[in-house]
């Protein structure tokens, strides 16, 4: 048996219902396909709303003795599962490759990043604070302390499987939350295997689901209806994130969105052009360009943009195309039909309003949802992508004259997650840092993911950060007592 098909037999395929592997209550299942061939991968089971309120019903029964677990056990079980992915890298990464595309390069990057999360929030567990001072009136004093927010659902997205879940699930368990996880459908295995990882280290029964579904609405519908579910934190496109955030509403629920990007990346007249060069390789081809983070619109100084531009071609049409698990490849397949469809529209459009194609340009055809890594320039300004979010291997290169008009170009956008730019001159790094309107922004580097700095966005790119000593407040409510 290959190495391939040894790791699919053995992997858990139930739901994972407060860490006890269990078959959908109605039986279903659905496929999971291997964006590389088309073919299926693996089933999972389905959960149904049914489902979704037995997690819900084992979150609760669980939560304050969780909640009361000392800080330095709840940050333990996380450092435990820290080593235990460690100690199934192989396995976690070629997994995502599978169920994903990516190369199994950038798997075993996404297990390092991922698993980072889990080591971080071991170690903030045991540092949440809280305040104590006296009243100003002389008349009391003031203690502020922090408690858990209660029961959490996390829904992720498909393209990091593994970090999105455990930039959630790290600090909602370091917190004292119990969780209950939904993975995107395109890429449910990695997130139940991990959900055995943290068996294995010891998390106590109820305090962690996950629930594989084919109706997404479906299973999150009941469970922000019920008023013991405490909090919603989400990572996907802005349309979900809306359509949460108004079901929020409904009972004032504590979200967290972290949503879709597009982000600019600069290149000013000054900047080192190779080391820009390099940049956009990371910020436009991680992952094969399925990021968030991903540079969507690149604009380069005309006086130094052909220049980029030619050397930007050549590195990209250099990249190797083909399925994730073949050595040597650079850039896996799309991870769906549809998503092939939406970039090949989008590079149709801006072709056909004038742009021009340096590289690439199509499907390559075939087997698989492959898209050909593309560089177009002289992009106009009507262009779809310059407003949607490619999210596939499509760099868009875009000229201008002068400082302030690439910060207004930048600015245009209802996103606002991350920039990049590149200038070797210290006055503009600052001055244009703090003139983006981004929630985070890259100065001479092309990728800004850190699981110890805040990462999340402003105006549409939504609200709340995970990461860094603020991820942890996401999962904490302030609680004011007044003593005499
Ligand atoms: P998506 O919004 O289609 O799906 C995300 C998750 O939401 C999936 O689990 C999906 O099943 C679920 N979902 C879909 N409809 C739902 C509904 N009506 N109710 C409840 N859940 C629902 O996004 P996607 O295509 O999986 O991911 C790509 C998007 O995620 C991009 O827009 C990308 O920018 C964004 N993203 C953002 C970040 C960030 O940190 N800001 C990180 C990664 C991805």
Not at 35 to 40: F, H, R, S
Not at 93 to 121: D, I, N, P
Not at 184 to 204: C, K, N, R, S, Y
Request: hydrophobic share 45%.
């Amino acid at each position: 048996m290959s190495k391939q098909s040894a790791l699919i037999a053995s992997l858990p395929t139930e739901l994972w219902l407060g860490g006890i592997a269990t078959p959908a209550s109605n039986g279903a299942r659905f496929d999971v396909l291997d964006p590389a061939t088309g073919d299926v991968l693996s089933s999972v089971a389905d959960a149904s709303p049914e489902d979704a309120v037995a997690a819900l019903d084992r979150a609760v029964a669980v939560q304050a003795s969780w909640a009361a677990t000392p800080a330095r056990e709840r940050g333990e079980i996380l450092r435990r599962a820290f080593e235990l992915l460690h100690s199934r890298a192989d396995d976690f990464a070629l997994l995502m490759t599978l169920e994903m595309g990516k190369s199994l390069q950038e798997s075993h990057g996404e297990v390092k990043y991922g698993g980072e999360f889990l080591r971080w929030f071991s170690e903030e567990a045991v540092r949440i604070g809280g305040r104590f001072t006296q009243a100003p009136a002389g008349n009391g004093r003031i203690l502020a302390t922090k408690a858990p927010v209660g029961p959490v659902l996390a829904i992720t997205p498909w393209n990091f499987p593994l970090a999105m879940g455990t930039r959630k699930i790290g600090p909602a368990l370091a917190a004292g939350c119990t969780v209950i996880v939904k993975p995107a459908e395109d890429t449910p295995l990695t997130m139940l295997l991990l959900g055995q990882v943290f068996a294995d280290a010891g998390l106590p029964e109820g305090v962690l689901s996950i629930l594989p579904t084919s109706d997404a609405a479906g299973v999150s519908g009941p469970l922000m209806e019920d008023p013991r579910l405490r909090k919603v934190t989400f990572t996907g496109s802005t349309g979900v994130g809306k359509l949460l955030v108004r079901a929020s509403a409904e009972r004032l629920l504590r979200t967290s969105m972290e949503l879709g990007g597009n982000a600019p990346f600069i290149v000013f007249d000054d900047a080192d052009i190779d080391a820009a060069v390099d940049g956009a390789m990371l910020a436009k081809m991680r992952n094969g360009g399925e990021a968030c983070t991903a540079a969507n619109r690149l604009y380069v100084a005309n006086s130094v943009r052909e220049e980029f531009t030619q050397k930007l071609t050549a590195r990209i049409a250099a990249l190797k195309v083909g399925p994730g698990v073949t050595p040597g490849t650079d850039i896996g397949p799309l991870i769906n039909s549809k998503q092939l469809a939406t970039v090949t529209a989008l590079v149709e459009d801006a072709v056909a309003k004038g742009a021009r194609v340096r590289t690439g340009g199509q499907a390559p055809g075939g087997v698989g949802f492959f898209f050909t890594p593309t560089v177009i320039d002289e992009v106009p300004n009507t262009a779809n992508l310059l407003r949607d979010e490619i999210f596939g291997p499509v760099a868009a290169v875009i000229g201008f004259d002068t400082e302030d008009e690439a910060i207004a170009a930048a600015n245009d956008t209802q996103y606002g997650l991350v920039s990049y730019f590149y200038t070797r001159d210290l006055d503009r790094a600052m001055r244009v840092s703090s003139a983006l309107d981004t929630g985070m922004v890259g100065v001479n580097r092309g990728a800004i993911s850190d699981a110890a700095a805040p990462f999340g966005g402003v105006k549409e790119s939504g609200f709340g950060r995970e990461g860094g000593s603020e991820g942890i407040d996401e999962y904490l409510e302030t609680k004011y007592i007044a003593l005499q």
